[in-house]
């Protein structure tokens, strides 16, 4: 039968969520990592290896566990949208959106008419069961989809009231690396100017009702972003998780 979105209830309730991203297209690594205690973790799309079979092999693997399966799109085209949805995904990471047209074309991509554009094939997707579990799907497959925006410019901070007015958007989540690229402070985490996008950014996201979402920083861990505001928190990835487990056996942690 139709999951519930484990992430989407917890943003609902206002209690802080963690989660972690899969780089490895490793349906092994989604696997362990479901087990742990992570609310929700993310098969990303956009710098990847992996394509639609191996996110169902990752989706597979962690089918048993509460784990809300995220994945972030290659870019914002309606297809892949499709795509994942009906291949069970339930949310979706559009990556650096800047203008209220492209968070519409996202959201309209996760809906059927005629709110969207979305096919309404669930009669035989592998979301419905294969078709054994249609009605739910129907009834209930776009209220526990998760539409998830990344603030990754300084053009999307500016944009953020304007793209938050789109219905049907659940959280805007905050790109570290690129947005401090875009402010002229590549890596610079620590700097005044990254500092003040990313407070400008958090603030907008606050003011505008939705969720916001972001990644554990030098200095800024998952408490500190919680005490900000943050509802969802990333604290790693399988890639990351493995280097660092590697550095510490072989006493390179530092």
């Known amino acids: 039968m139709m999951r519930p979105n484990r992430l989407k209830r917890l943003l609902r309730d206002k209690k802080p969520a963690q989660g972690a991203w899969l780089f490895m297209g490793s349906p092994a690594n989604a696997e362990a990592l479901s087990h742990l205690g992570f609310d929700a973790l993310i098969i990303d799309h956009e710098h990847s290896p992996g394509g639609l079979e191996t996110a169902v092999h990752q989706m597979r693997a962690m089918q048993a566990s509460p784990t809300t399966m995220l994945a972030r799109l290659s870019d914002n085209n309606p297809t892949a949208v499709r795509h994942l949805l009906d291949a069970g995904i339930e949310g979706l990471l559009a990556a650096n959106l800047e203008n209220a047209d492209a968070v519409d074309r996202l959201v309209r991509a996760t809906r059927y008419p005629p709110h969207g554009i979305r096919g309404a094939h669930y009669t035989v997707s592998r979301a419905a069961g294969w078709g054994a579990w249609s009605d739910a799907v129907a009834a209930q497959g776009q209220a526990e989809t998760l539409v998830i925006g990344l603030i990754e410019s300084v053009a999307g901070v500016a944009a953020i009231p304007d793209m938050a007015r789109v219905p049907g958007l659940d959280m ?83």
Do not use: H
Request: glycine share 16%.
């Open 172 to 254: 805007l989540l905050i790109g570290p690396l690129d947005l401090s690229i875009s402010a002229g402070v590549p890596g610079q985490y620590d700097s005044p100017a990254f500092r003040d996008i990313l407070a400008e950014a958090e603030r907008r996201i606050l003011e505008a009702g939705l969720a916001l979402g972001g990644t554990i920083l030098p200095g800024l861990s998952a408490d500190a972003l919680y005490a900000r505001g943050y509802g969802f928190v990333t604290l790693g990835a399988d890639v990351t998780f493995l280097r660092r487990g590697a550095q510490i056996a072989l006493g390179q942690a530092g």
